[in-house]
């Protein structure tokens, strides 16, 4: 099955206004405003001696991926292990090009990193709420491996750039996530979209991505569902993304969401096995009545 070639992403101006931003978001489609964080004062200060002097000694955790280097995608067994320390000696890291294969990724700024959070801003045309903005920095030629959210996605490149490949939430069966029972969790795709098995996962063969590089100071919007793998380019990339809870969003309409639709699955397969669960019950109930044991 050939999934049709999603549209590509959108690029409209900055500040881009209602009606620009208001066909896209209801479409659910990727909109990239290029410019859109440019007047973050992180834009012109988020050197890395800056971060070092202004939140170096707060503590965070990082992603340190060391053991899945070179590892197919699906055998992994786990996604990462947890590592803390502090920004400063992150920061170091990367300075060094020591920090390969570790991420410092959707580290909560107003708890973890709070001296950074007067230099963001919330977008404005972001007119629902938003979770705590996240912060991601890593080394160049770092890949985020693919994924998709359950909320909407807007993320503003502070420093660097990084090439964004997206496939549509169609794609849903085409990327084979892996089962919600594993350790890495069922948002995540097991294949690898840049050299897929397609013994393993013949599906992947129709699915269709689209790409965009996101510039210093551009704004990506990536609509709940939709899958994104993100490769960090340059020598080192920062971003921060705002996360919206989906229940807010007046424009959605869950029911269409394939996503959604495996969420549903795991809710039929509760109630299946409730409504089995009871019927044996019963049967149980009646067996003991016939022999006499009730
Ligand atoms: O920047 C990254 O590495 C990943 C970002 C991401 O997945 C997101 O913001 O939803």
Not at 84 to 111: C, D, H, W
Not at 118 to 142: C, M, Q, R, T
Not at 163 to 192: E, M, N
Request: glycine share 6%; proline share 8%; aromatic share 12%.
């Amino acid at each position: 099955m050939t999934e049709p070639a999603p549209q590509g992403v959108i690029r409209v101006p900055v500040p881009p206004s209602y009606r620009e931003m208001r066909r896209p978001l209801a479409q659910r489609r990727p909109v990239l405003i290029a410019g859109g964080m440019r007047s973050w004062p992180a834009f012109s200060r988020w050197t890395l001696d800056y971060l070092i002097e202004r939140a170096g000694d707060c503590e965070v955790v990082v992603r340190n991926y060391t053991e899945n280097v070179g590892v197919p995608r699906h055998l992994w067994q786990r996604y990462c292990i947890h590592e803390k320390m502090t920004f400063g000696a992150y920061l170091e890291k990367i300075r060094a090009g020591t920090a390969k294969s570790i991420y410092l990724a959707q580290v909560n700024i107003p708890k973890d990193l709070e001296p950074l959070l007067a230099d963001i801003e919330k977008p404005a045309f972001l007119n629902y709420s938003s979770l705590d903005p996240v912060l991601w920095l890593g080394p160049g030629g770092h890949v985020e491996p693919l994924h998709f959210d359950t909320a909407h996605s807007v993320i503003g490149e502070v420093v660097g750039r990084k090439r964004v490949k997206l496939f549509a939430p169609t794609s849903y069966f085409a990327l084979y996530p892996f089962p919600w029972w594993s350790p890495i969790g069922s948002t995540f795709s097991r294949v690898d979209v840049d050299n897929p098995d397609l013994a393993l996962f013949p599906r992947a063969a129709g699915a269709t991505s689209i790409e965009c590089t996101l510039e210093a100071g551009d704004v990506l919007f990536i609509p709940a569902g939709w899958w994104h793998q993100v490769y960090c380019l340059d020598d080192h990339a920062v971003s921060v993304t705002y996360f919206c809870e989906r229940r807010t969003a007046e424009l959605f309409d869950d029911l269409k969401d394939p996503w959604c639709g495996h969420f549903e699955t795991v809710k039929y397969l509760r109630s299946k096995w409730a409504t089995a669960k009871s019927i044996g019950e019963r049967r149980m109930a009646a067996a003991r009545r016939l022999v006499g044991a009730e």
